[in-house]
């Protein structure tokens, strides 16, 4: 479902006369349906990066992304935004929302924009947000306001509303407490049941044994310092 083959990827900093930086050199990997991956690796080693690329957010300097039959490398941004709506899910650390837009609606847009009805995707939305224990009475107000905890599990209701094929998943379980982070596991394992592949950054150790099926190291991709 997600295959990398061969893909590099550099910097260039603008602003410091337009030094080169190598972050990424002939990563290779690939992820079935119903697969989770962790990505191990020192800080710094380009585990963010990797997945960055993956979503379309970095182009890579060479290589092939395939996502489903979407080659990202090559994608259009109209593709690409496509394969975002329907096959790629990205579940940051962060929340990034439009103002004043109720945390419902936040929830449910994902549903929406792959043509759910509204009733059904505020249904699975109120369902999602109660699983993560956001009180009934934050639904209608903007997460903008929310606390980090309560902004993460948001972002994570978004990120598991629509059954994307294919999903990213950035630290889905920092900051949370243990019940909520059993939650999110059993999210993780439901869309892996239904044949989801998913690459996952996890530092919890103990969260990555339990749904990871195997880890791709990327210090393995990182360029050699040249002396
Ligand atoms: N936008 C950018 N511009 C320039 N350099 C960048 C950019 N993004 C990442 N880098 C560099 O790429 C390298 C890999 O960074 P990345 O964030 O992918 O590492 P990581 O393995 O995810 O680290 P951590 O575990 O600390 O989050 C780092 O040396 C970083 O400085």
Not at 52 to 66: D, K
Not at 176 to 195: H, M
Request: glycine fraction near 8%; include cysteine.
């Amino acid at each position: 479902m997600i295959e990398l083959q061969n893909v590099s990827k550099s910097f260039t900093l603008h602003n410091q006369g337009a030094a080169v930086i190598p972050v990424m050199e002939g990563a290779t990997l690939k992820v079935e349906p119903g697969e989770c991956i962790g990505l191990t690796g020192a800080s710094g080693a380009g585990k963010s990066t990797l997945m960055r690329v993956v979503y379309g957010n970095y182009l890579a300097a060479s290589g092939r992304i395939m996502v489903g039959d979407v080659d990202v490398a090559q994608a259009t941004p109209r593709d690409i935004l496509a394969l975002r709506r329907e096959t790629l899910g990205y579940v940051s650390q962060f929340l990034r929302v439009v103002p004043r837009v109720p945390t419902l609606d936040v929830v449910a847009e994902p549903l929406l924009a792959v043509g759910v009805e509204q009733d059904a995707a505020r249904d699975r939305a109120a369902t999602l947000l109660a699983g993560l224990n956001i009180p009934e009475r934050l639904w209608q107000l903007s997460p903008t306001t929310f606390s980090g905890g309560e902004q993460q599990r948001v972002n994570i209701a978004r990120g598991f509303a629509h059954s994307y094929p294919a999903l990213l998943l950035d630290e889905p379980t920092a900051s949370l407490d243990a019940k909520n982070r059993a939650t999110v596991l059993g999210l993780i394992a439901q869309a892996k049941a239904r044949g989801a592949a998913i690459i996952g950054i996890f530092h919890d150790e103990s969260a990555r044994a339990q749904v990871c099926d195997r880890f791709v190291d990327v210090s393995t991709f990182t360029p050699r310092a040249v002396a």
